[in-house]
Each structure stands twice: as structure tokens, then as C-alpha cells.
């Protein structure tokens, strides 16, 4: 990133950085692409009342006023002022009623844009920062499998990025209704509270989660100490998560005669598809991890947290779930699921701690030489002639000496330079790498592989 920049949090790439963070987001695009997800762009401002749907991330959201309006903006409800948006999923919920007669439902798109949060900059957190988001919204109902099939969809996208320097990530996953059935069924009322306690335990550690429970949530230490038993499972197999989940509930006295079980249950049955579908297809791509929480209040199904191997520190870099109620039109509802990847946080990673960066600065593959700007025309036509053929080409800004243009390609990464013809001398082509200079023709030179194109490397 830029040194010395004046605002914390507001990240700005140098071009052989940009480059990585624009061939990540060409990858993610083929990847959903190729599952048959669409691409929008929402506007990059919501009303408060939209932005409000999302709970505590409402102390995060930047509000807009217009210079005229500075003094004066306690006069405006929040819910009528505009702020900017800080994730894609609320966007795309208005988006989606106010086009519902022109989208085909279940309605799958990918969206790439800026968010903004107001939160405090760290590194790989920032102010504004890109998200890549794919959803799945049905009409009415949404079909369980989805919350299958998204989770992997992501694994093999994040897959695809392993070459630009992205760790092998893992997918974990827990249910909305497992945790709040076992909550309710231990006689806890304030789920909200206690799910977004339990989210906060990785950052604050168990014995701080059990005091805020007790403190807040009104949970006796039974309670807390069931509720963290119960974030403490971990399984790779449905199997497996059926048996710890049946002994924890054995252990409180929770049985199938509680009026909450049943709920519990729905959510252990939604969760070990998602587990047993995932080690089907991708063995240990997905695991169930029931502290995984979600903290916003919008979840009702399945949530899901990424974690890339090696980058604890990092912590989740995709993150998302299972929404039936954020979306609705009146007594109508637009249900579901979707996953959210922390882009400019992942590319921190991969530009920083990866050591990805591009193979040179410029995208162009040649330079062409300019003898005296009364021959500048005749550059200009070579460089067409280049470009027509698919090569990128760029041409000295100015007549200097050779010896002078040659600097400025390698100044830029560019390795070759193109010498036109002049008093009788042939085209000429040098490689500025190797050293060597051939004759060229125009309609049939081609670089070598190796230079043909701008690239990603890792240190």
C-alpha cells in the first residue's frame, strides 16, 4: 500500500498491487460464472432504515450530508438520512423487491464492489474495502441444498486463488436453529444477545464469554457453561456431530420432551448435510464448528466462517449464512443464503505475508522507440499493428536517446523495445532481459511466453 497516505483504513494499491487484487477478482468472477451466478452493481448509498436492518453494525455506517445540511442534520431521523453501505447483502435485499418482476427466480448473483465500515483500521481491516458476495435468493421458498452447494462453491473459488498466494481455507459452519433450540431448550430467552456473545469468543476467550452470559444474557453459570460446551463441538462428519451435540444435551438434562428440541433438531439435520455433502465432494472442506455465531441479527439458518491455514491472526476472511426475513414485500419474503468474501483483506494477505506481486509494472509486453517526433507516426503505426495482433504494447513518451527509452522500459518492466526501420536499417526487436536483438516483422513477431503477458509471482 501507498506509504505515507493521510487516512488510516482507505487502502490505495500500487499498480503491480492492484494487478494481483484485479486478477483475484477476475478469478472469483469466472469461478461464480461458471456455476451460473450473475453479476450486479447496487448503488453505494442505502437509507438509514435499510442500513438499521443489520443491529450492532449500525455503530458503524457513514452517514451522508451535503455541505449546506453540516449543522444541521439532527433535524433528519437517521432512518430518513443516507448512508453509505456497509455490506452487499442488505443492498441486494432492497434490489431485489424493488426488482422482483424482472428477476428470474431462484435469482444467483455475484456482486464485486466498495463497502465502508467505521470501525478502527488494523491490518488487513480497513474503513472502505472490497467485498465479493454470492447469494441466492428464491421467491417464497428457498430449497435446503443451497446451503450446501454455496459454502463449496466458495472452497473451489478460494481454491482457484492458491496460485495468487491465497492459503488452503477451510469452511466452518453451525446452524441458527441448533443454537437457539439448545439456548431456549437450557431456558435462555435473550438469543440474540447470547449468539452474538458467542461470536465475540475467539477475540475474547471462554472465561470472558461465560462472565458477559452471566452479566448480560441473564444465564446462570449452568447455562454459560452449557452454552460454551455446546461452542466447544467440533465434528467432520454428521455422524460425528449428532453423537457430541446428543451427550452434551444428555449432560443438561435436554431431552426430546423439551418443546425446543424439535428446533434443535432441524438445525442438526440442515447442518450434517452440509458436512457429509461437502466430504463428498471435497473432504475437509467444510466442518461443523458450533461457536461459529454470526453476530448480526438477520441469520436464521446456516452460518459459515473461513479460515485460511497458517493465518490465524487473519481470522475469518469469508463469512455469510442462511437469511429467510431480510428481504420481504409486505406479508411476502425473499429467502437466502449467501457468502461474503473480505477481498481487500485476503489480497492484504496474499500482497503482504504471500509476497504476491506482478511480474512487472506495466501490462505491456514491448515499447516502441520513437527516432524523432517527426517519426512519431510511424510508431504509433507499429503499435497498432501490435495491439490488432493481441500484444500489448506501449510507446516511448518521448525522442530521447536509446539509451534513455530502454531505461524507461525497464524502468516499467517492459522486455522489449521495438526499433522501427530508419535511413535503410530493418525493424529491429531487443530483448532487454536476455540482450538479444533480432530483425522483426510486425504481422508476425510474437514475444516469448515467459514475457508475452503481465503475471502474478510470489516471493
Not at 495482433?389 to 521495438?418: C, E, F, M, N, S
Request: proline share 4%; charged share 25%; aromatic share 6%.
Amino acid at each position: 500500500m501507498a506509504k505515507g497516505a493521510s487516512l488510516s483504513g482507505f487502502p490505495e494499491w500500487l499498480p503491480e498491487e492492484r494487478f494481483v487484487e484485479q486478477q483475484a477478482m477476475d478469478t472469483l468472477r469466472s469461478v461464480f460464472s461458471l456455476h451460473g451466478f450473475q453479476g450486479i452493481e447496487t448503488r453505494a448509498v442505502e437509507l438509514g432504515s435499510s442500513l438499521l436492518k443489520k443491529g450492532e453494525t449500525s455503530k458503524e455506517i457513514y452517514l451522508l450530508s451535503r455541505l449546506q445540511e453540516v449543522g444541521s442534520e439532527n433535524d433528519t431521523p437517521v432512518e430518513d438520512r443516507m448512508g453509505l453501505h456497509f455490506d452487499l447483502t442488505v443492498p441486494l435485499s432492497r434490489y431485489v423487491v424493488e426488482h422482483s418482476g424482472d428477476l428470474v427466480f431462484p435469482f444467483k448473483r455475484w456482486q464485486m464492489q466498495k463497502v465502508w465500515r467505521g470501525e478502527r483500521p488494523q491490518e488487513g481491516r480497513f474503513r472502505e474495502f472490497t467485498q465479493a458476495d454470492i447469494d441466492v435468493v428464491g421467491n417464497g421458498q428457498l430449497p435446503d441444498h443451497y446451503e450446501v452447494e454455496l459454502p463449496l462453491i466458495m472452497v473451489e473459488a478460494l481454491e482457484a486463488l492458491r496460485p495468487l498466494g491465497c492459503p488452503k481455507a477451510t469452511v466452518h459452519a453451525n446452524n441458527r436453529k441448533l443454537s437457539e433450540g439448545f439456548y431456549r431448550a437450557i431456558g435462555l430467552t435473550d438469543i440474540e444477545g447470547v449468539l452474538r456473545t458467542i461470536d465475540k469468543i475467539d477475540k475474547i476467550g471462554p472465561d470472558e464469554v461465560v462472565r458477559e452470559l452471566k452479566e448480560t444474557c441473564s444465564a446462570n453459570d449452568t447455562q454459560a457453561q452449557a452454552c460454551l460446551a455446546l461452542a466447544q463441538i467440533t465434528a467432520t462428519s454428521g455422524r460425528q456431530l449428532r453423537e457430541s451435540f446428543d451427550q452434551l444435551c444428555a449432560s443438561v438434562e435436554v431431552t426430546a420432551a423439551n418443546e425446543h428440541y424439535a428446533l434443535a433438531m432441524e438445525g442438526i439435520a440442515t447442518l450434517e448435510k452440509i458436512v457429509d455433502g461437502a466430504a463428498a465432494i471435497r473432504p475437509g472442506a467444510v466442518i461443523a464448528d458450533l461457536k461459529i455465531a454470526r453476530g448480526l441479527d438477520y441469520y436464521t439458518g446456516s452460518v459459515y466462517e473461513t479460515f485460511l491455514d497458517g493465518a490465524a491472526s487473519l481470522g475469518s476472511i469469508c463469512s455469510g449464512g442462511r437469511y429467510d426475513n431480510l428481504a420481504t414485500q409486505g406479508s411476502h419474503t425473499y429467502p437466502g443464503v449467501g457468502l461474503s468474501i473480505g477481498l481487500s483483506r485476503l489480497v492484504s494477505h496474499m500482497l503482504h505475508v504471500s509476497g504476491a506481486h506482478a511480474n512487472r509494472q506495466s501490462p505491456a509486453s514491448i515499447l516502441v522507440a520513437v527516432w524523432d517526433e517527426a517519426h512519431r507516426a510511424q510508431s504509433d503505426a507499429i503499435a497498432r499493428a501490435l495491439r490488432t495482433r493481441g500484444i500489448a504494447t506501449d510507446v516511448a513518451p518521448a525522442a530521447q536517446k536509446i539509451g534513455k527509452q530502454i531505461r524507461h522500459a525497464d524502468r516499467l518492466g517492459i522486455p522489449y523495445v521495438w526499433f522501427p526501420a530508419f535511413e535503410g536499417q530493418p525493424e529491429e526487436v531487443k530483448n532487454i532481459v536476455t540482450g538479444e536483438q533480432i530483425e522483426a516483422d510486425v504481422a508476425s513477431w510474437l514475444p516469448e511466453e515467459q514475457y508475452a503477458t503481465q503475471h502474478v509471482v510470489l516471493d
